[in-house]
């Protein structure tokens, strides 16, 4: 079983900053892709940021130059430094990972359950 973990949510005023973390446990042979998404009420679940095991970054125009995605693959998790929040970035954000259990087959998206980050005075 595979688990992703999401920690560091929160109420901030606009223009701070949070970090959000999201740690993969489990039965694990290897991570892909990670990413972070995101999703306000009564809107879709869209892309923030996404990293490969390499550590190329693909990052959202929205947040792009505020946001960091980064990630430490000996601690099988992926960080999220927002900086410069505005009200806009108030969401639920979900971890995802592509995730392979074993060394043969095919990997799998993962899901976390999702940290709510909240911009207001």
């Known amino acids: 079983q595979v688990q992703l973990v999401e920690s560091g949510g929160g109420l901030v005023q606009p223009g701070g900053s949070l970090r959000l973390s999201c740690a993969a446990s489990g039965s694990i042979f290897g991570i892909g892709d990670m990413g972070w998404y995101r999703q306000a009420p009564g809107k879709q679940r869209d892309l923030v940021a996404r990293i490969t095991a390499g550590g190329t970054t693909n990052v959202a125009d929205s947040v792009k130059g505020r946001f960091t995605i980064s990630r430490d693959n000996a601690k099988k998790t992926v960080y999220l430094q927002m900086n410069s929040l505005k009200a806009e970035d108030t969401a639920v954000y979900l971890c995802?990972?592509?995730?392979?259990?074993?060394?043969?087959?095919?990997?799998?998206?993962?899901w976390g359950q999702g940290t709510q980050v909240t911009v207001s005075s």
């Open positions: 995802n990972a592509v995730i392979r259990t074993s060394p043969v087959g095919y990997a799998s998206d993962y």
